[in-house]
């Protein structure tokens, strides 16, 4: 049982490359979400998927965009990298069903741009 | 608006003492709280989570948290600290905003480190 599975687990760029980060679950959730993390900064939403085919706006979803084809692909994309960018990224999915349902995490992809 | 407040950033205990990690949440209507940990170049996990059945709730590797909605706190406390224990730890808030897409509010996180 995989769970969350993230690629790349580690990647650098340069300024100006674009990229696109995948996450895969395979839990049947609904429900998915990116994240970044900074330090000192907690987890910060980027944009999130409330099922197939609809995306949405976080927090801080300007420099991102998502799609979501497919029901168990969340896929994050940088469309020109810039080193405000350099975080790490984590996945998240869950279930549709009660409120009390957690979020189930990948590992988390760390990026660097140069 | 729902918020979190994780008092202490940083938290140092020795090995076998008590752990508490703090978290204060606002929210005006009854919340779901969970508290996660997340180990060094790891993804978050989710330790436990309190859904009004019960005011105490008991997690895994023998953590545990008491909501107390006088004091709208979800402490997290470990009667003695493992030195696996060394972790970040995340409080979140959902609550019951029709809309609200089972987004989470987080905490900024708390840091603990066990001293031998």
């Known amino acids: 049982n995989a769970g969350v599975t993230q690629t790349p687990k580690f990647r650098v760029l340069k300024t100006g490359q674009s990229m696109t980060l995948l996450c895969a679950q395979d839990m049947n959730h609904e429900y998915m979400y990116w994240y970044r993390q900074d330090p000192g900064m907690g987890l910060r939403l980027i944009h999130y998927s409330v099922g197939e085919g609809t995306t949405a706006k976080g927090e801080v979803p300007d420099g991102y965009n998502v799609s979501r084809l497919k029901k168990q692909n969340f896929l994050l994309g940088l469309e020109s990298a810039a080193p405000s960018q350099t975080s790490v990224y984590f996945c998240?999915?869950?279930?549709?069903?009660?409120?009390?349902?957690?979020?189930?995490f990948g590992d988390g992809t760390r990026l660097s741009i140069l | 608006a729902q918020s979190v407040t994780q008092l202490g950033s940083h938290v140092s205990v020795s090995e076998g003492a008590l752990v508490l990690l703090r978290c204060n949440y606002s929210s005006s209507v009854p919340p779901y709280l969970f508290w996660y940990v997340q180990y060094p170049n790891q993804g978050l996990q989710l330790l436990l989570k309190y859904t009004s059945a019960a005011t105490l709730v008991k997690g895994i590797n023998g953590f545990e948290a008491e909501f107390k909605k006088s004091e709208t706190s979800f402490h997290l406390t470990k009667p003695s600290a493992h030195m696996s224990d060394a972790a970040e730890y995340f409080c979140?808030?959902?609550?019951?905003?029709?809309?609200?897409?089972?987004?989470?509010?987080w905490g900024l996180g708390t840091s603990l480190a066990v001293n031998p």
């Open positions: 998240a999915s869950s279930y549709a069903g009660a409120s009390n349902q957690p979020q189930h």
């Open positions: 979140a808030v959902r609550g019951f905003r029709a809309g609200n897409n089972r987004k989470l509010i």
